[in-house]
């Protein structure tokens, strides 16, 4: 019991090694976004740098994301996500100084809403009337990105391209957003 006991604290010290975490800074997001088969639209968040692993070599950040978008063909109806998520950042800069890559997992709330028109009969004729439809659901969602880290006016600044797979459609997009420091 006490060798399981020294292995398994070894163990622990060896995988929290490299490690540090705490909230270190946090950056309020803005970009466009292109959903499969939709127009596009904007989008707007949040993301946070809490820690990093491997001696600095894997960054977790935390996000939270918000859009819209709506379909030209249909004047009413509009396709929003709400993503709650964590995206692990890959240091590139042996290759190019700031370059980073990455992937994400997500939970999102997905929301359709569309106005229509619909046909009641009065007794004499018929008019329209209209309707509301509005649906959302959970899905999870899975990302793959590319970003550049940069200075801009003594503070961290990124812009980043990201692909998102949300379980049956997919989304591009392209945003920014400015780092304000948390620890002093």
Known sequence: MKKLLVVM???????????????FGVAPTVGIIFPENLDMGLQVGAKAQVGSLMDGKVGLFPVVNYWRASDDDWDEFHFSNIK??????????QFVSGLYAGAGLAMNIVKVEYEYEWPVWNGMS????????DDSESKFGFSVFAGYALEVAGKE??????????????????KGGLYFNMKK
Do not use: P, R, W
């Open 9 to 23: 604290m070894i163990l622990a010290v060896s995988l929290t090694f490299g490690q540090e975490f705490g909230l």
């Open 84 to 93: 709650v998520g964590c995206d692990f950042h890959y240091d590139l800069a």
């Open 126 to 133: 018929y008019t329209t009337e209209k309707k509301t439809y």
């Open 157 to 174: 600044a990124f812009v980043e391209a990201t692909y998102d797979i949300i379980e049956d459609f997919n989304t591009f997009g392209v």
